[in-house]
């Protein structure tokens, strides 16, 4: 786990992912837009993208699992920041287009 950490900081001191606080105090990490778009350049290049939306899907479905409603419809206690809402749209675009 610590090398997930050490690879966290080296790319924020490179200033390749930020941290960002959301509207509720919570902190997240945040890639760059360019360095999102180098990735998938990368992840069609070795034939992974489909692996990766799978995994990032998945990830969705527990989460929604776990939170319920409050997740979807935005409640103040669990209020979304708009990359995690983009994040969420992903995911269910990508699920619903795999039927």
Known sequence: ???VFD???SL???SLVYLHERPDGEQCFMLLE???????DQLRACDEVEGIARA????YIRL???TGPLLLAGAPKRQRSSAEQH???DALRWLLHQG
């Open 1 to 3: 786990m610590s090398e």
């Open 34 to 40: 360019t360095v999102r778009e180098f990735g998938l």
């Open 64 to 66: 929604i699992k776990a």
């Open 56 to 59: 990032h899907g998945d990830y």
């Open 12 to 14: 924020v001191d490179k």
């Open 87 to 89: 994040n969420l749209h």
């Open 7 to 9: 690879g966290l900081a």
